[in-house]
């Protein structure tokens, strides 16, 4: 009886499971865009690569790019804008970086083997989890109450020739019809890699180690309990493109929740977590020959968060409900040794301890108008909250603004609507938003914080308002049964956009650096994005893929934003045909002519490189070993693209060879 | 250090006690008076005993806030009224001198304090010391006490003589801050100039021109700092100083006169990494 229940539940839990994806499909074909990281991976999505970093998966994104500062932790962009303008959550979950460089976004804490997925979404479409304007990305954590029952596992390895990276990982998991736990190890470990022309790239070597534990529990039919825990470590992590590298990057990443799946026709599910987060980041100059002054840069963020989400259906109405928070503590700190081992050690906090507590509620609608025609409607509304805990600091920051408090209250608001006609054959859609965020930590209360990309000093500014932003985007595609295809555009016009100006009467701190930039609002910036993707298969096993995105910032004096992507492209032929994948692509970008000069950038020469992969699979039993190869940037082309700090040049030719063994 | 206040508090113990003893309440004294304070010496002749205190316990070259009792040795009883003025001289081989200071005042709301400042421009060493005479009259009648005091060196530079482009030697030290911060924080510092040896009178309607250096580090500077003006209260020349981290900093000085003309120091540039006339700051 018992174990019939088990079933039925499990069951149940599935169909939940699948009409919920369903409805989630259903938007995402309009709005979001969804990238599969985990194995449960249709065909068409399949990584060429699967044991890249989730960077590169997000990177499939034509939303999406990387700033790189070496060949590990790259900050994804949305829209070209980067970590301060949009939201990236873990299931959920704020996360925010303790490096005051940004050489520790969100993403550089988790590992593929712990995602199943990752959600983009572009602007408003998905806000959820706080105030954006350019967009988010959600990282979905494995599900693994949707396994069959028993034991399951794998095994991966990996090796990378240019920069000998060798990646292993691991999970194990065993799932029962009350109970199912998990447990998943990964470890990279790379040496230097070498750009084009064998040219070594020094001091962009890495070490990763990433372990993560799941474990959820039914209480009932309607009520499950699930805990998950991650724990990143990277250790000795180069980074060639800015002054120093680091020593260690830590996260401790920790949540409980409680789903109830109610048998109301209305509520279809509701999910309450808490989550607690610790990253410690310590930057290291030791290894670098010719240093003016020996410096330690450690940075701290915690953060503890809850939200409660409700979903429901009611006639033609999919609604969500989102009531969420997050208290997070931020301070680094910058201490010099000076040459004289007698004089006294040089001290300062650049991050003064500040507490940013924001509560937000979100609402979301998606109303069925007719069967081919959806309107979705969202409001969100915030409040956010910076205090500046530490007198030091405070202190230090009343130099600059001898009138300021501790503490500054903002509301955020957010709005946005979309318009989506899918006639099978046709599909597009419209939408308008409206959305603020406030200054992040670094923008609202940075001390000194050296930018080697422009090489000033930035500082932060208390007084900054509240970024704003009007958005349009629009959407056309068109599929036939071979073709698919899709152009989406999308339009900022953001007034008082946050950016560092220039501030002529105050020295800079940094050995070297041109000056003080202080963090201040401009009139307004426009950034507009447009991209083109086609699919087409042709003669039973082959697949012609494209991608073409093009973006423009301009600030109110009509000079260019910086990194903001010039006209990109790619295109790959793709051939499978049972147990057999192979591929051939090539990806470029034209030169950026258009380079935000007066923010210290310069022109970014085109490129393009190829890449060609293979891969096979079979299953044995209930066994499944994958294997793939491939050769990345073929012809070792040297170069460096828009979104490369301080040009450093990327990856030479390299031959990779990925291997999976799993079993369930 | 911690012997000093030990004893400071011995000896203020048993002078309460024998004050109790005798059964006269003028001479009670609040056993708090010097609390915070730290006792530096006592000199005495054979009627009275000064009690000098500092914060430190301590006097050091440069300026020095003192303040003092003084006690008459057959009753035990501190003297409240006392009119009192000193000098401090330097004991060189060749020759002496005295060093700026202020007039001696009563400590208000204390009732047994009197205090000044002495701004010694150098330190003692092995053969030139300094001492100090306190002339006072109580009840009428004179008196005068004279005592060698240990005058230490100062690790950085907190004060400076020199002479101005005008001809006028003079003499300028750090006031405050005592205790600095990374923060805004209140500059103040003395100007004197020599008018003889023993003569160093305030120099008033200057002005000091101000820009703070950190040489281990590049020779960067700090922002939003206010150049010294004088105060019309104390004399002394004020400013805001703004220190962005900790360590060690030159503050860098240009003093000019009522007519902008410069007496002495050069603005700090690329070629010229500090100025001729500075203070100096670490913490």
């Known amino acids: 009886m018992k174990n019939i229940t088990a079933i039925l539940l499990v069951i149940f839990s599935t169909v939940c499971w699948a009409q919920e994806k369903k409805n989630d499909t259903l938007a995402a074909v309009n709005l979001n865009e969804i990238i599969v990281i985990g194995k449960k991976t249709p065909l068409n999505l399949k990584q060429p690569k699967s044991l890249t970093s989730v960077e590169d998966y997000l990177m499939g994104s034509s939303k999406m790019n990387m700033i790189k500062r070496g060949a590990y932790a790259w900050e994804p962009t949305i829209n070209n804008m980067s970590t301060e303008r949009t939201v990236i959550t873990i299931d959920g979950m704020r996360i925010f970086g303790a490096c005051t460089d940004k050489m520790d976004p969100v993403t550089s804490y988790v590992e593929i083997s712990n995602l199943s997925e990752a959600t983009v979404a572009s602007g408003q479409q998905a806000s959820c989890h706080g105030a954006t304007i350019g967009g988010s990305i959600d990282l979905k954590r494995n599900q693994y109450k949707h396994r069959k029952n028993g034991w399951n596992g794998s095994l991966s390895s990996g090796y990378e020739s240019n920069n000998q990276q060798k990646i292993i990982g691991a999970a194990l998991g065993y799932t029962d019809s009350t109970f199912f736990a998990h447990v998943d190890f990964m470890h990279r470990d790379a040496e230097n890699y070498k750009a084009g022309n064998e040219k070594e790239i020094n001091f962009s070597q890495f070490t990763k180690y990433n372990i993560s534990a799941n474990a959820g529990y039914f209480i009932d039919k309607k009520n499950v309990l699930e805990t998950s825990i991650i724990y990143d470590k990277a250790v000795n992590v180069g980074y060639p493109a800015l002054p120093m590298d680091v020593l260690l990057a830590e996260a401790k990443i920790i949540s409980l929740s409680y789903k109830y799946i109610p048998d109301s026709a209305v509520i279809s599910g509701w999910e309450t977590k808490g989550y607690f987060n610790t990253i410690t980041h310590k930057m290291d100059d030791t290894k670098r020959p010719a240093i003016p002054i020996h410096m330690d840069m450690p940075g701290w963020s915690d953060t503890y968060g809850f939200y409660s989400k409700i979903k429901g259906k009611h006639e033609n109405h999919e609604f969500l409900a989102d009531l969420n928070s997050f208290y997070n503590k931020a301070v680094a700190e910058m201490t010099m040794y000076p040459v004289d081992p007698t004089e006294n050690l040089m001290f300062m906090y650049t991050w003064p301890d500040v507490r940013t507590l924001y509560n937000g509620l979100s609402l979301e609608d998606i109303i069925t108008i007719s069967p081919e025609t959806i309107l979705r409607i969202s409001i969100n509304l915030g409040f956010h909250s910076n205090t500046v805990a530490n007198d030091f600091g405070l202190q230090s920051l009343r130099i600059f603004y001898p009138e300021m408090d501790a503490t500054k209250n903002r509301s955020l608001k957010s709005l946005s609507g979309n318009y989506t006609k899918n006639t099978g054959k046709f599909e597009f859609g419209f939408g308008l938003a409206y959305a603020e965020r406030a200054p992040s930590v670094s923008e609202g209360y940075g001390f000194y914080l050296y930018n080697s990309n422009d090489f000033y000093d930035y500082i932060g500014n208390p007084n900054l308002k509240n970024e704003k932003a009007v958005e349009g985007n629009f959407f056309f595609g068109y599929k036939n049964g071979r073709l698919t295809s899709k152009i989406t555009a999308s339009y900022f016009y953001i007034s008082d956009y946050i950016i560092g100006k220039i501030d002529p009467g105050t020295l800079p701190m940094t050995i070297g650096a041109s000056g003080i930039k202080i963090y201040d609002d401009i009139n307004y910036a426009i950034i507009f994005n447009t991209d083109f993707n086609l699919e087409y298969s042709f003669l039973q096993n082959w697949n012609l893929k494209t991608q073409i995105a093009y973006s423009l910032g301009k600030d109110d004096q009509e000079n260019n934003l910086p990194f903001i992507s010039p006209l990109r492209y790619n295109a790959g032929i793709e051939f499978k045909k049972e147990k057999i994948t192979a591929g051939i692509f090539a990806s470029g970008n034209l030169a950026q002519n258009n380079f935000a000069k007066v923010y210290g950038q310069t022109k970014t020469p085109d490129y393009l490189i190829f890449n060609i992969n293979a891969g096979y699979s079979f299953d044995c039993n209930q066994n499944k070993i994958k294997a793939q190869a491939g050769i990345e940037n073929i012809f070792d082309k040297y170069y460096a693209t828009f979104s490369d700090w301080n040009k450093i040049p990327r990856m030479g030719r390299n031959g990779f060879i990925n291997f999976t063994y799993s079993f369930h | ?283």
């Open chain 2, 1 to 283: 250090m911690k012997i000093l206040k030990h004893v400071a508090i011995l000896v203020l113990s048993i002078s309460l006690f024998s004050c109790s003893s005798d059964d006269n309440s003028s001479t009670q004294i609040p056993i708090d008076e010097t609390a915070g304070l730290q006792k530096i010496q006592e000199i005495s002749n054979e009627t009275h005993t000064f009690e000098l205190y500092s914060q430190s316990g301590s006097l050091i070259q440069g300026y020095n806030h003192i303040t003092f009792s003084i006690k008459d040795k057959k009753t035990n009883a501190y003297i409240k009224d006392a009119k009192i003025s000193w000098l401090p001289i330097m004991h060189m081989a060749m020759m002496e001198h005295s060093c700026p200071k202020s007039a001696v005042t009563k400590t208000s709301d204390k009732q047994t304090l009197y205090e000044g400042d002495i701004i010694f421009q150098m330190a003692e060493n092995d053969t030139e010391y300094w001492d100090l005479t306190l002339t006072y009259t109580v009840n009428t009648i004179s008196y005068t006490v004279t005592d060698i005091i240990k005058v230490q060196a100062s690790a950085k530079r907190t004060v400076s003589s020199f002479n101005g482009s005008d001809g006028v030697r003079y003499l300028i030290a750090s006031i405050a801050p005592q205790n600095p911060k990374v923060a805004t924080n209140d500059i103040s510092v003395g100007v004197y100039k020599m008018q003889d040896m023993m003569t160093f009178p305030v120099v008033n309607n200057l002005k000091i021109k101000m820009d703070p250096r950190m040489p281990s580090m590049g020779n960067h500077g700090s922002p939003n700092n206010t150049d010294l003006t004088q105060s019309t209260t104390d004399g002394f020349y004020n400013g805001k100083l703004s220190l962005t981290m900790t360590g060690y900093w030159k503050i860098n000085l240009q003093l000019l006169n009522a007519s902008n003309d410069v007496l002495k120091g050069e603005p700090v540039t690329t070629e010229n990494p500090a100025s001729s006339l500075f203070l100096e700051i670490e913490f």
